[in-house]
């Protein structure tokens, strides 16, 4: 069992930034990536980033490339998401998840194990 908690959402005005962290525990050796979703109210689950936890390869959105980094410390079992150049339309609730399939199709929400609670992000306009 892997437990997940992310922290760090929370409000910030358009234009703004923020920083949500994920912090894992459990049987984190088998871990091959993990990712970040979101979900906005009367949307589905979609996908927003992931990270390779071996290579640090990377993987984005179309809707946030260039505006949100991902980044893992692998000491202490944390991936990381800085957020920039906030817009509305990124408002919604943000899990992060796991996967230990090194098959997994990093976009799909069905292809991850463990998910964390997940954290409100509202951006104002």
């Known amino acids: 069992q892997v437990q997940l908690v992310e922290s760090g959402g929370g409000l910030v005005q358009s234009g703004g930034s923020l920083r949500l962290s994920c912090a894992a525990s459990?049987?984190?050796?088998?871990?091959?990536?993990m990712g970040w979703f979101r979900q906005a109210p009367g949307k589905e689950r979609e996908f927003v980033t992931a990270i390779n936890w071996g290579t640090g390869f990377t993987y984005y959105a179309n809707s946030v490339k260039g505006r949100f980094t991902i980044s893992r410390d692998r000491a202490k079992n944390t991936v990381y998401l800085q957020m920039g150049s906030l817009k509305p339309e990124d408002t919604a609730v943000y899990y992060c998840?796991?996967?230990?399939?090194?098959?997994?199709?990093?976009?799909?929400?069905?292809?991850?194990?463990?998910w964390g609670q997940g954290t409100q992000v509202t951006v104002s306009s």
């Open positions: 998840a796991t996967t230990v399939n090194a098959y997994s199709n990093l976009y799909r929400s069905d292809d991850y194990n463990y």
């Open positions: 459990g049987r984190t050796v088998s871990t091959y990536a």
